[in-house]
Nanobody, 120 residues
Framework: QVQIVESGGGLVQPGGSLRLSCAASGSIFSIYSMGWYRQAPGEQRELVAR???????MYGDSVKGRFTISRDIAKNTVYLQMNSLKSEDTAVYYC??????????????WGQGTQVTVSS
């Protein structure tokens, strides 16, 4: 079982910045990737950013150039630096952890979500 602790969400004004943190623990011997997804009211959950164990990074189109994902391997933690925030970034942000306990088996775990609200 993977435990996920998210932090860093909150209220910020347009143009401001926030940094989200996601720490994984428990059955995390074989993490394949960690990342962030978000879901706004009435919208589908979408990829924000994702980083694999090999260092490959993927960003959602809407956040490219504004958000940066990074990791601390020793701490099993990923960070999402969010700059130039827009009202459209308002959503619940969910940390996603994918583990590969054996061969081609991949398992995904989700954090409970942290609210990010961008508003004046």
């Amino acid at each position: 079982q993977v435990q996920i602790v998210e932090s860093g969400g909150g209220l910020v004004q347009p143009g401001g910045s926030l940094r989200l943190s996601c720490a994984a623990s428990g059955s995390i011997f074989s993490i394949y990737s960690m990342g962030w997804y978000r879901q706004a009211p009435g919208e589908q959950r979408e990829l924000v950013a994702r980083i694999t164990s090999g260092g490959s990074i993927m960003y959602g189109d809407s956040v490219k150039g504004r958000f940066t994902i990074s990791r601390d391997i020793a701490k099993n933690t990923v960070y999402l630096q969010m700059n130039s925030l827009k009202s459209e970034d308002t959503a619940v942000y969910y940390c996603n952890v994918v583990t590969s306990p054996k061969y081609s088996e991949y398992r995904t775990s989700w954090g409970q979500g942290t609210q990010v609200t961008v508003s004046s």
